[in-house]
């Protein structure tokens, strides 16, 4: 068990990122874009990492951020890169999130700041919940996400019969 981990290790490590349009996002309505998320993204092939609920009370840099919402924001983005990284892509893999948030008032602001993260509108598909409280204190969010680096589809290469039918 220790040889395979240690050759998926070794593999993730040496994995050249893959661009950030690997995977077909589907047309947004302008609600969806003004909530940044897309309808679907659509994939074909490819590694499929399952990130686990990431969430964070101290920065990068050691620094206390416990209810901080933007700073908590900031940082479970960077950790959500960082566990991307390390299989061969980057935030711009993610296809699909789960966002849990402690208070309804921070919904417009987490929106803003994911349009930032997420410059190029390839928003992935997203659910944003309230919830009461986290395992923690000090925890203002946690996001669970799936990331797909090296699929065959994009925006130039679409894999669904809605992109195909805009390619005739």
């Not at 951020?65 to 990284?85: C, H, M, P, T």
């Not at 409280?133 to 090296?150: C, D, L, M």
Request: aromatic share 8%.
């Amino acid at each position: 068990m220790t040889r395979i981990l240690t050759r998926l290790a070794l593999a993730a490590a040496v994995s050249p990122p893959i661009a950030a349009t690997a995977a077909e996002y589907m047309e947004k309505t302008p609600f969806q874009l003004s909530r940044a998320f897309s309808p679907g993204v659509i994939t074909d092939g490819g590694r499929i990492v399952w990130v686990a609920g990431q969430t964070a009370t101290r920065d990068n840099d050691g620094r206390d951020i416990a209810n901080n919402f933007e700073a908590q924001v900031k940082q479970v983005f960077s950790q959500i890169d960082q566990v991307l990284k390390r299989a061969g892509g980057s935030l711009a893999n993610v296809v699909q999130m789960t966002v849990f948030i402690k208070e309804s008032r921070y919904g417009d602001r987490f929106v803003e700041m994911r349009k930032d993260m997420f410059q190029n509108g390839n928003y992935p598909g997203s659910a944003l919940i309230t919830v009461t409280n986290f395992a923690r204190p000090g925890i203002e969010i946690e996001i669970q996400s799936v990331g797909v680096i090296g699929d065959r589809c994009s925006g130039d290469h679409p894999c669904s019969a809605e992109g195909q039918a805009k390619k005739k």
